[in-house]
């Protein structure tokens, strides 16, 4: 990988990744809150508190009640770390492939790997983040059943308390169960994904790396997709889609782990463990799914069709300075 195809990489990676999880954070706080909030409720120290229903009815109670603030609290914390995460992401599961092309081929193998490399390096931004959006995210719905419970004023002043509370270590919180919902995932979406790909490329026509074309009296060997940023979009979409369901019950344990302190049942593998027997181990393992798909879906289809389109635009920048 030359220079500046990883700056492509990492640019197109970072703006992808903000546009993605600005358009989804309102449903992604919903989704944190339907997580967390038998929990909450179970802890209470007020009664009265209600918990919200499904998605559109948390959209609407949230919004109502606590205006564009309240939907978009912990969104700081996004801004300051998507964009280096998810370069970090694009570019090592880029390298990753091409590293591991000649070794293991063109197969599942090398993606389902090159996503676990993505995840492992990524994991160590989206982390700290995950933990001091998801406090934010679901403090208010703490605040009202325990009035007395730390309120952060935004997120770096919540990334301070928690260093300065915890230690700089519980910023880490769930980077385990961060591994062990992102790991799986990426290892399902990858293999689906690029496989999408490939039957798609085969249906329409299209190239893919390694194909050899044509031109004239020689051949050539295909070094990029060719594929529209929203037939990347819907790609990513249906693999998006079968991961996220997957992986959604490991995704409830790593959000009560991030979002909640103990005395709100969270904090330790033991507080969660003990709180989904309270809270029953099957139905609290389902909550938030739905939200969850309405989440990570768009938000995959999102960034992957504005990786490609910054990717593309940057690539023939690229290709109008080297022809000038």
């Known amino acids: 990988m030359d220079r500046d195809s990883l700056w492509r990489d990492l640019l197109s990676g970072a703006g992808a990744g903000i546009i993605a999880r600005g358009l ?30 499904g998605i559109a009815s948390g959209l609407t109670r949230l919004v109502v009640e606590e205006g564009a603030r309240g939907a978009f609290r912990g969104f700081g914390a996004v801004l300051a770390c998507t964009a280096p995460a998810n370069a970090l992401y694009f570019a090592s599961y880029e390298k990753s492939k091409t590293a591991l092309g000649p070794i293991l081929g063109d197969s599942s193998t090398t993606y389902m790997v090159s996503g676990l490399v993505a995840q492992f390096f990524a994991g160590l931004i989206f982390t700290p983040m995950d933990v001091i959006k998801e406090r934010l995210q679901v403090q208010e719905m703490v605040h009202r059943a325990q009035p007395n419970a730390r309120m952060h004023a935004g997120s770096l002043r919540a990334a301070v308390d928690i260093i300065r509370m915890q230690g700089p270590l519980a910023l880490f919180t769930g980077y385990g169960a961060t591994l062990m919902v992102w790991g799986p995932y990426n290892m399902i979406y990858f293999p689906v994904y690029e496989k999408l790909k490939k039957t798609y490329a085969a249906v329409k026509g299209g190239w893919l790396p390694g194909d050899k074309i044509r031109l004239g009296d020689d051949e050539i060997e295909v070094i990029k997709d060719r594929f529209l940023p929203v037939e990347i979009a819907a790609c990513a979409m249906a693999g998006s889609a079968v991961s996220t369901v997957a992986t959604s019950p490991m995704d409830v344990i790593k959000t009560r782990l991030q979002a909640l302190e103990k005395q709100s049942g969270g904090g330790t593998y033991q507080q969660v463990w003990h709180g989904l027997k309270a809270d029953g181990i099957a139905k609290s393992l389902r909550m938030g799914m739905a939200a969850r798909v309405c989440t990570i879906v768009p938000q995959a289809a999102i960034t992957f069709f504005a990786y490609e389109f910054i990717r593309l635009t940057l690539s023939s920048d690229s290709d109008m300075k080297g022809m000038a």
């Open 24 to 53: 989804t954070h309102p449903i992604d706080t919903v989704k944190a809150r339907l997580q967390v909030q038998q929990s909450i409720v179970r802890h209470a120290a007020v009664a009265g508190v209600r918990p919200y229903t």
